[in-house]
Structures are given as structure tokens and as C-alpha cells.
């Protein structure tokens, strides 16, 4: 009997002791919700491309904020994930000693960054050094997934796919619209940017059987752009392809137009021919011209008008090519969290490059699917084709590739009227 | 200007406690190998056409971990630059490159 009184008295210190250390929130009764996943992440949030960081930034705590929401990482017993941001400055050693920083002092489970390339690059090699996963949402320069790394994925689409994807683009309308291509001529700016995409082009029309009659750079700072489209209209190109600046873009797509030069398509690189101030300064003149750019808000995806329209109201911008692939740089991430249902860094590793991921708020962006090639690389990631037209209440970019995320009921004009 | 030669003996975090932080620097890791002239030769062939003062260079070997160092010695706040034009360079995949500047390691 007295040995039963003993054993109630135990069981009742334990039950006291147990209720005080509840109470007291020393235990939760769901002690793994209150794990946390730490993402560090590296952006220029000072120096001139804080503006990209910042969008970059917005993007991925709307993400953030969506997944914890919906109640964190579920195999994780609702980790909720934390950022941390540290600013690049765009210096490839600011970005080096932050991940230093974020690795071996705030014990961060992932690194995402850096937009600028020049401090990807040097940064993933850090990751790399301590095996820790590193998504690489933006930065495009081919050398960041061709170092050999195991930790480095990249979500969007590299640097030379840019072209390829003006060439996919270009044999894909000739089988659509039957319109048979034989000639290109290239314009491009004369610097790195302009020669890097002439290059790549030379070699792609080789490939691809279409003959070159105008290899022609120019001075982005020349002021009579008449010789260069005089020499376009003598080559009489069926595709005319550019490089330009916004200043070079204007006054180059203003002098086709007063010599009446019309290729069966004209097909631009983006920057000058993306600037905001080019339909304005250009008008009529740049109808019907494809424009290769990373994202546009019109693209034909489920859930991408809702995403844009929320981040749009949140932070009082569009989203844009950087900040979609922040955004969906932390849905690859929870997939992988979720498939890995651990800390230790070698399993999200291992996850992630077993991502295969085609449904959920990552779709937005023109490509079906987002997987990762043994390099890290996005093998689906894509570009997206506009067209410059005019449906009736002024011009504007019309999403036409891929077709999959083609604006819904528009089809391109292809080639080119005459008149 | 050659700070030296011949291989050092130090591991890549004695190598960043020694950096001067008045300056930038340039370090490019790969496997040991016979001698640093086969180990880094790509990258010593690239550095006289980097637009960048090089205030010199110096390689180590970290015996533990089997890895050669190259590091290279630049003018403060210029790496930005040289990282552009070394990842258009194409460097071999087996080295990998690092920069570290003139701000302390926190």
C-alpha cells in the first residue's frame, strides 16, 4: 500500500512537472513547427541595381509569405522559413564574405542570389566549399553552372539561350505559318553585349541553313543611322535581327521605317527595344516587331494574371523577369524541403536536383516544367517572344512564344505586311 | 610584380587571414597537382589581359586538404570587373574562383 501511495506521488510530480513545463512553452505539444529553415539570401539592396534587388527581395517574401501561411514545410512539421538578406553592394567580395557570414555565423540551411553574375559567380564557390545548396534565381552567365559545382541550381534561362531560343523562335513561326526564311541579317551595337549575341547567332544560322547577308555593328553613340539601314535594305534580309541600346533602337527603328525596310520579321535582344521609352518615342514604327524579353505580365499561364495582380498591389510594380524567378526560385525550394524532409544540407541538395516540378504557383513563367540538368541548370527554362501590336487601344507587348504561353486568342503577324 | 614563387604551405583560412584589407584579391583553388606552372597555367596565361593592375601573386598549397592556391593581388574594388571577364575567359572547371576585398570578414 505504501509502496502504491509512493508511485501516485510520482506519477503526480511527473504530471506537475510536465504541465509547468508546457505552461511555460518549454515544449510545444508540436515541437517541430517550431523548426525554421534559414534561407540566406544575397542581393544588391544598395548600388545602382538595388532597384532589381529590391524587386528580387519582394518577390521572395510574397513567396515566403504564401508558404508559411499554408503551413510551412509539412514534412518538416510546419517549418516555417526565414529569410535573411545581406546586401552584395554588386561587389563580388561583399557578395563572398556574406555568404561566409550567412554560412558559418547565421548557420543558414540555403543561399539564394546574387543577380549580378560577377558576384554569383565567385559566391557559388563558397556554397560549393561548404556544401551548402545555393539556388540561383536569376544570374545568367553561362559559367555559373559550368564549374563542375553540385550545389548551384539555376532557375532561369542562361546567357547563349537567348539566342537560341530567337532562333527556336523564328523556325517555329516558318513551320506555323509556312512561311519559309532563307536570309538574316545582323545589326548589332558594337560592344561586348552586341558581339557576344552576333557570335552566338553566326553559328545558330549556320546550323539552322539560314544564309548571313548583313554582318553589320555599329557605335551606339552614332547619330544618322542611314548608311547601316542603307546596307540593310541593299541585303534585302528576309529577317533582320538586333542589338541595341534605347537611344540606337529608337532612331535605328524610326530610319527602317522612313526607308520603308520590311523584312518578313524584325527580331530584337531586348534592352533598347525593351526600354520604356521605346514605344513612345517610336510608335507605328515598331509594329509587329518580336522583342525577346525574360517575362510579360500577359503571359498565358494559370495563376500568373492573380500572382502579378497581388504583387502589383502589394508593392506597386509589375513583376518582371528578375522577380518571377526570385519567386519561383522559394517554390523549388519548398518543393525540395518538402521531398527532403530534413535540415541536413547533402538531403536538400539531393532533392533538389531531383526537382520536377509542373504544377503550383512556380508555373508562372513561359516553360512547363522546372528540372535541373547535372550542371544545376534549368534544363526547360526559356525566353518568351512578343510582338509590338496595336488590338485597339494603343500598342503594346503581346506574349506569342513560346505558344504555350501565347496571349489567349491572339495569333502573330508573319511575316511582316508589305504595306 | 611576383610576390613569390615558390609554393607556400597554408590552408585556404590562414591564406584570408593574411589578405592585406587595404586590397582586393583574386584566389583560384584546384586540386594539387605535380607543379603550380600545370595547375594554373590557364589562369596566369589570362591575367596580363584583365584591364586590372595585378600587384602580384603567389601560390600555396594546403597539403591537408590537397589543394594548390593560387592568389592574385589587385587593385581595391576592381573585381566585379575581372569577374566578368574571367567567366567570358572560360576558365577550366577544375578551378574555382574566389574573391575577397578590402572590407573585414565579419
Known sequence: MKGKQVWWRKVAAVAMALGLVAMLGIVSPVGAAETVVKVGNIEPLSSPSASVGEQG???????????????????????KLEMIYADSESKPEKGVAEAERLINTEKVNVLTGCWNSAVTYPTSAVAERYGIPFIVPVSVADKITEQGFKNVFRIAAKDSWWTRDQFTFLQDMEKEFGAKVETVAFVYENGDWGKGFAEQWKKLAETAGYKVVLDEPYPSTATDFSPVVNKIKRANPDVLMMVSNAADAILLTNTLAEYKVKPKAIITSGGGHADPSFLKAVG?????????VEWETDVNKPGAKDINTKFKTKYGYNLAGESVDAYIAMYVLKDALERAGSLDPKAIREALAATNLSTGPAMIASYDVIAFDA????KFAAL????????????????????????AGYTPVFPMPKD | MILATGPVSASFEEIKRELDRACSYMIFETRAGITEESEFSAVLKALPRLQVRIRGWKVYRDRVAERALLVVKI??????RIMQELMSLGLPENITCYAYGSRPFR
Do not use: C, H
Open chain 1, 57 to 79: 527581395k519582394n518577390a521572395r517574401n510574397m513567396a515566403v509569405e504564401e508558404i508559411n501561411a499554408a503551413g510551412g514545410i509539412k514534412s518538416l512539421g510546419g517549418a
Open chain 1, 375 to 378: 550542371t544545376g541548370q534549368n
Open chain 2, 75 to 80: 587593385d581595391p574594388d576592381r573585381t566585379d
Open chain 1, 284 to 292: 507605328k514604327n515598331a509594329r509587329y516587331l518580336f522583342d525577346i
Open chain 1, 384 to 407: 518568351a517572344i512578343v510582338q509590338v501590336n496595336d488590338l485597339g487601344t494603343g500598342l503594346e507587348r503581346i506574349t506569342v512564344w513560346p505558344k504555350n504561353a501565347r496571349r
